[in-house]
């Protein structure tokens, strides 16, 4: 496959230092086998996330000299507020200070001990803002989410006739809110149809319950609709985005992904004013006041120019193709990929690639800190060490699937040094058999893939 043509050029350069194997394994050694711990100077391609690690537009670094940093009543404030309601249709909106503070003022507001809260699949900060408050984070992905290999275009949506059971069934008075993640970024990176979204919402609504979306990364969703639904082929991303927002009650945003700056989030709703200003108050509380939550007028410019710019086709062609071109070399080197390719991220299935470790040894955390040794790439694991232990049980928890994820900053690396990640890949599965397993030896209670510390086994 060639790369896609990028649809911009480079106006300011970041050197990145070139690093030697010895280097990284003194590195690694320091961070206890974390890669959250490693210095970014000793990293040569970061997939680590797609989260505020995009460059902005010029009209973005533009924006930012027109911040208003008045501390009640922003005229930054409200553009941004214009934008969110022009681009979502949303004219309720609470900023801060990333997707995980809009996480804290929304869940802070609607969980009670006990709550359900059903999703495609939570996101592990708002599986942790749930847990939190004695809440369940109910995952119901739909059963071909599992296949590793399945090229359904849709992996990402909810199973419906799981959410209908629960919603009919005993403890449907336990919940007030489904919730769906455009993209689903713990099931893979993967698509919601609208047809899902349109029929969670309708069963959310003839329930009496809340429908809210985490729209993290609504403008690669609605590409994926309109190239793979039944439809969409002629209708425009911005009617598309309309139309994926139009029945929920409330969004939940982290303005580092398709926002396309550095750091920002909200909570928006249609209407409800009462609801509305007890999300204010406990924003004023966590965040700052409510017209800039955590933020600088500047970032409030930046993300109002953000949200337009991403609804580019041109981008998001460029944005996806970018993605799926990481995915085939990956695959050309011999990696085992999650199909079909997701919207910001290439899914390594480690427990293919290194059959000869145990969930128990967190093949998926072995394979990340191999990748970082043959090659200098940081990517981030998504398996047994990221979903924690039960909070009730205290035992490991152990997810389908055993996956490094190799997420693609927005706008920063070019194909040539994605192209590292191949040769990586192909270095590690020369020798697989010498990647060892890892032992947990110190981890923290939530959240634990951020500090926790390893030991490799002999
Ligand atoms: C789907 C989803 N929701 C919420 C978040 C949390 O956002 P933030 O990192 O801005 O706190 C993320 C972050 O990666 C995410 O992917």
Avoid at 90 to 102: I, K, S
Avoid at 405 to 427: F, K, S
Wanted: with cysteine; aromatic share 6%.
């Amino acid at each position: 496959m060639r790369p896609p043509r990028e649809p911009f050029r480079i106006k300011m350069v970041e050197p990145v230092r070139p690093t030697t194997r010895a280097e990284r394994e003194r590195a690694l050694e320091e961070a206890g086998s974390n890669l959250f711990q490693l210095s970014a100077r000793d990293v040569e391609l970061d997939l680590l996330t797609d989260s505020g690690t995009g460059a902005m537009s010029q009209e973005q670094w533009a924006a930012l000299l027109r911040g208003d940093e008045s501390y009640a009543g922003s005229r930054s404030f409200a553009r941004f507020r214009e934008a969110v309601n022009e681009v979502l249709g949303f004219p309720l909106v609470v900023p801060a200070h990333q997707g995980r503070g809009a996480e804290s003022i929304f869940f802070g507001a609607v969980i009670d001990p006990g709550e359900i809260v059903p999703s495609n699949a939570h996101f592990d900060t708002t599986r942790a803002h749930i847990e939190l408050r004695q809440g369940v984070a109910l995952d119901l992905p739909v059963p071909e989410s599992l296949d590793p290999e399945g090229e359904e275009p849709f992996k990402g949506n909810m199973d419906t006739e799981g959410l209908a059971e629960l919603l009919d069934g005993p403890d449907a008075e336990r919940v007030s809110i489904v919730m769906l993640t455009i993209t689903n970024n713990a099931g893979g990176g993967q698509p919601v149809s609208l047809a899902n979204i349109h029929e969670v919402a309708r069963l959310a609504h003839e329930h009496g319950k809340k429908f809210v979306l985490d729209i993290a990364r609504f403008a690669e969703n609605a590409w994926f609709v309109q190239a793979r639904e039944p439809g969409y082929s002629e209708t425009p991303i911005q009617q598309i985005v309309r139309e994926m927002m139009g029945e929920a009650d409330a969004v939940l945003m982290s303005a580092k992904k398709d926002a396309l700056t550095n750091i920002g989030g909200f909570v928006a709703i249609s209407e409800d004013e009462e609801f509305f200003h007890r999300l204010q108050a406990r924003g004023i509380v966590f965040e700052g006041f409510p017209t800039y939550g955590g933020l600088a007028g500047r970032d409030l410019e930046a993300i109002a120019v953000g949200l337009r710019e991403v609804l580019e086709e041109s981008y998001l062609r460029y944005r996806i193709e970018q993605v799926a071109y990481l995915g085939s070399v990956l695959e050309e080197n011999g990696a085992s990929v999650l199909h079909p390719f997701g919207g910001h991220a290439i899914y390594l299935n480690a427990a293919a690639m290194l059959p000869h470790i145990p969930a128990e040894h967190f093949p998926a955390q072995a394979l990340a800190c191999a990748l970082y040794l043959a090659g200098g790439v940081r990517g981030v694991e998504i398996g047994s060490v990221m979903a924690g232990r039960d909070p009730i049980s205290g035992e490991n928890r152990r997810p389908p699937l055993e996956l490094v994820r190799l997420a693609v900053p927005r706008r920063v690396y070019t194909a040539r040094q994605l192209d590292q990640a191949g040769d990586a890949t192909a270095a590690v599965l020369e020798k697989a058999e010498d990647v060892r397993g890892l032992e947990l030896i110190s981890e923290a209670p939530v959240l634990r893939h951020f500090t926790a510390r390893f030991r490799t086994l002999s």
